[in-house]
T-cell receptor
Framework: QKEVEQDPGPLSVPEGAIVSLNCTYSNSAFQYFMWYRQYSRKGPELLMY????GNKEDGRFTAQVDKSSKYISLFIRDSQPSDSATYLCSSGNTGKLIFGQGTTLQVKP | NAGVTQTPKFRVLKTGQSMTLLCAQDMNHEYMYWYRQDPGMGLRLIHY???????AKGEVPDGYNVSRLKKQNFLLGLESAAPSQTSVYFC????????????????FGPGTRLTVT
């Protein structure tokens, strides 16, 4: 079992929908939780990060961590076709991050 | 400021051939990483380095070797390529002492698409 698990999807939603992407992790020592976005044929780029538990909001995106249940979530409000990409969750407590399998999202106009 | 660059972008090898992938970063980062990305498997760490002259094994190191002779470069070698090494390879760098941005944020290169026939 991977230390970070993510449903690979794919996920297809209409424009304007609320999207929920989820991951679970198994290592209680993990302190940093990140979401990377990867467009087709590109390298991943950091979208959001949180430290320990709680929520973090940035525009249409909200990252949530529940350390009690070892659950990581990313919510996208008012989804746009430009949000179509693969989203990778990752966790770690040192310079070495563990990545989930990635969820491919398609937002249809 | 080019960030992280990778050479080459594409390569086709025959089974048993060898090659070296080059990663360069101009951000003066201490840490560098090599990943492979396969469908449904996400990013898997091959080898990483926490400083010039140091290397360490990641999750899937077999069949690969690395060297970090200079801080800005991280080389990934395949001594005898196998079809199972067909993948997209990403290099990344990070610096734990960055004052701005996320701790341990990794900056990725554009990737190298390798096919082994």
């Amino acid at each position: 079992q991977k230390e970070v698990e993510q449903d690979p999807g794919p996920l297809s939603v209409p424009e304007g929908a609320i999207v929920s992407l989820n991951c679970t992790y198994s290592n209680s020592a993990f302190q940093y939780f990140m979401w990377y976005r990867q467009y087709s044929r590109k390298g991943p780029e950091l979208l959001m990060y949180t430290y320990s538990s709680g929520n973090k909001e940035d525009g249409r995106f909200t990252a949530q961590v529940d350390k009690s249940s070892k659950y990581i979530s990313l919510f996208i409000r008012d989804s746009q076709p430009s949000d179509s990409a693969t989203y990778l969750c990752s966790s770690g407590n040192t310079g070495k991050l563990i990545f989930g399998q990635g969820t491919t999202l398609q937002v249809k106009p | 400021n080019a960030g992280v660059t990778q050479t080459p972008k594409f390569r086709v090898l025959k089974t048993g051939q060898s090659m070296t992938l080059l990663c360069a970063q101009d951000m003066n980062h201490e840490y560098m990483y090599w990943y492979r990305q396969d469908p449904g498997m996400g990013l898997r760490l091959i080898h990483y380095s926490v400083g010039e002259g140091t290397t360490a094994k990641g999750e899937v190191p077999d069949g690969y070797n690395v060297s970090r002779l200079k801080k800005q470069n991280f080389l990934l070698g395949l001594e005898s390529a196998a079809p199972s090494q067909t993948s997209v390879y990403f290099c990344a760098s990070s610096d734990p002492d960055l004052e701005d941005g996320a701790p341990y944020e990794q900056y990725f290169g554009p990737g190298t698409r390798l096919t082994v026939t």
